[in-house]
């Protein structure tokens, strides 16, 4: 099996040079569900570039090149602030104030873990680089280093690959919650999985 020199490192250690480049990934990663805002990927990457909370990322390199992205955030802070003037303006007043509107409670609510527990999210990789092992690295690294002794994350129930992944890396079912306007989102549930630190 062909192995990969991939490099993690938090995103703090590159300074603000690499915001576009996080937010190519993160946008890559999750283009499907912001595609409603904009079909413009440099107009999606220029948005979310302004709201990346730098401190929480954690970015992955192959050949010198972003390739992914995990943020370990926690009660204090989350991976992104969703400010509502800026996707006002990058998309539009009426887009704006809906995506500010869902996007909030999904990203700027603070989180109801103690201060021991890191709760992963924003997970992508771009589309050149899967199957390679990013995710894994990203993870592995991040229980090694991150300051943590309890993790937990969430997974749509349509997500079966993530969810495989998770289960590998050890972690645990826990809860599972039914989503509002299911159809609409195109997932059924939520599943949240946690990992106790071996360290």
């Not at 500010?100 to 700027?108: A, P, Q, R, T, V």
Request: hydrophobic share 35%.
């Amino acid at each position: 099996m062909q192995t990969y020199n991939i490099q993690v490192k938090p995103m703090r250690a590159y300074g603000s040079s690499v915001r576009q480049q996080t937010a190519a990934v993160f946008v890559d990663g999750y283009f499907q569900d912001l595609s409603f805002l904009s079909k413009d990927r440099k107009k999606l990457i220029d948005a979310f570039a302004q709201m990346i909370c730098s401190d929480v990322f954690y970015l992955a390199t192959l050949d010198e090149e972003i390739v992914g992205i995990l943020a370990c955030s926690s009660n204090q802070m989350r991976a992104m602030s969703i400010d509502q003037t800026i996707l006002r303006q990058s998309f539009g007043y009426v887009k704006g104030s809906i995506a500010y509107h869902f996007m909030k409670d999904e990203l700027n609510k603070q989180l109801p873990y103690d201060h021991d527990t890191g709760y992963i999210e924003c997970v992508a990789t771009t589309k050149k680089a899967r199957g390679k092992g990013v995710s894994t690295t990203l993870f592995r690294y991040v229980l090694e280093n991150a300051p943590y002794q309890h993790y937990v994350l969430e997974v749509v129930d349509t997500n079966e690959n993530a969810y495989r992944l998770y289960k590998k890396l050890g972690f645990t079912e826990f809860e599972r919650k039914k989503e509002r306007f299911s159809k609409l989102k195109g997932f059924k549930e939520r599943i949240y999985m946690e990992l106790e630190s071996s360290r």
